[in-house]
Antibody, heavy 119, light 110 residues
Framework: QVQVVQSGAEVKKPGASVKVSCKAS????????MHWVRQAPGQGLEYMGW????????KFAQRFEGRVTMTRDTSISTVYMELSRLTSDDTAIYYC????????????WGKGTTVTVSS | QSALTQPPSVSGSPGQSVTISCTGTSSDVGSYNHVSWYQQPPGTAPKLMIYEVSNRPSGVPDRFSGSKSDNTASLTISGLQAEDEAEYYCSSYRSSGLYVFGTGTQVTVL
């Protein structure tokens, strides 16, 4: 079935970087844009940006510009989100969510990756 | 890049109807029909419930419906059931080419 599987929980120190992976299966990898959304403890969903696996084009929310990188490896149907210069405010669950064929909605969600930033 | 505005909470008894509003601007909700709604029970990932304002994915009960007027979209749950208790988020495509989520609404079944 169509699904995305995310990497496991991470604990990082302030100032470090974290790289979260999202492996797709059950569909043509390049047919779905992949979005990244995060949720801080007890807070709402916050949109971070997207990557188009077909070509690697990206676009990021302004508040993450300069600090986030999204890449893909088509040989293993995996996208990556790397966030640098971490602070405690980056402690959150990070979700990847697939948008099929320019549909403008996210219908395939990963279970989330918990990133904890603590000294 | 402000979030779309939703009421913090709504509640209703089983069988009743509740409506959640989602207010944006002319740069998002008001200009595009690319409005979707997501349900998130505690400790789980969001689940798509409505897309393109009023369309239901396969498997979503028909008691969930969506609409839009000007800069405000709405999600209505008719015949409320205990299993509908969750946080609900709207989302809209923006003229920037990105997306924005709403502030979230907790639905409580009394």
């Amino acid at each position: 079935q169509v699904q995305v599987v995310q990497s496991g929980a991470e604990v990082k120190k302030p100032g470090a970087s974290v790289k979260v992976s999202c492996k797709a299966s059950g569909y043509t990898f390049t047919a779905y844009y992949m979005h990244w959304v995060r949720q801080a403890p007890g807070q709402g969903l916050e949109y971070m940006g997207w990557i188009n696996p077909n070509g690697g084009g990206t676009k990021f929310a302004q508040r993450f510009e300069g600090r986030v990188t999204m890449t893909r490896d088509t040989s293993i149907s995996t996208v990556y989100m790397e966030l640098s210069r971490l602070t405690s405010d980056d402690t959150a669950i990070y979700y990847c969510a697939g948008e099929g064929g320019g549909s403008y909605y996210m219908d395939v969600w990963g279970k989330g990756t918990t990133v904890t930033v603590s000294s | 890049q402000s979030a779309l505005t939703q009421p913090p909470s709504v509640s209703g008894s089983p069988g009743q109807s509740v409506t959640i509003s989602c207010t944006g601007t002319s740069s998002d909700v008001g200009s595009y029909n690319h409005v979707s709604w997501y349900q998130q029970p505690p400790g789980t990932a969001p689940k798509l419930m409505i897309y393109e304002v009023s369309n239901r994915p396969s498997g979503v009960p028909d008691r969930f419906s969506g609409s839009k007027s000007d800069n405000t979209a709405s999600l209505t749950i008719s015949g409320l059931q205990a299993e509908d208790e969750a946080e609900y988020y709207c989302s809209s495509y923006r003229s920037s080419g990105l997306y924005v989520f709403g502030t979230g609404t907790q639905v409580t079944v009394l």
